[in-house]
């Protein structure tokens, strides 16, 4: 079954920087887009970012663009979201989404158990 397996979270300051990760099994990860979306505390689920499958197009949430990056390893079954420059309203639990086709953005059928990120001084 689909397995998606985030880490690389933890605390940072503001002006920090994080890199996380998700490990992806049991499907052909390089055959869908991937995506990363996140959960603030009382809030609902914000789309952050999306990669197509081959890491040729990608998209942002207006709130981190010019900050995080997304990419991925097909080689190695891996999505990763470099975040620089951290905000304290970045602080969240961050999902790996699956996408439903090898260029769904957004639309996503299964993610991962999520990972904190705290940004605070």
């Known amino acids: 079954q689909v397995q998606l397996v985030e880490s690389g979270g933890g605390l940072a300051q503001p002006g920090g920087s994080l890199r996380l990760s998700c490990a992806a099994s049991?499907?052909?990860?390089?055959?869908?887009?991937m995506s990363w979306a996140r959960q603030r505390a009382g809030q609902g689920i914000e789309w952050v970012s999306g990669i197509d499958n081959d890491g040729h197009d990608m998209d942002y949430a207006d709130s981190v663009k010019g900050r995080f990056t997304i990419s991925r390893s097909n080689a190695k079954e891996t999505l990763y979201l470099q975040m620089n420059d951290l905000k304290v309203e970045d602080t969240a639990v961050y999902y790996c989404r699956k996408g439903r086709r090898w260029n769904s953005l957004e639309e996503y059928d299964a993610w991962g158990q999520g990972i904190q990120v705290t940004v605070s001084p």
């Open positions: 049991g499907f052909a990860f390089a055959n869908y887009a």
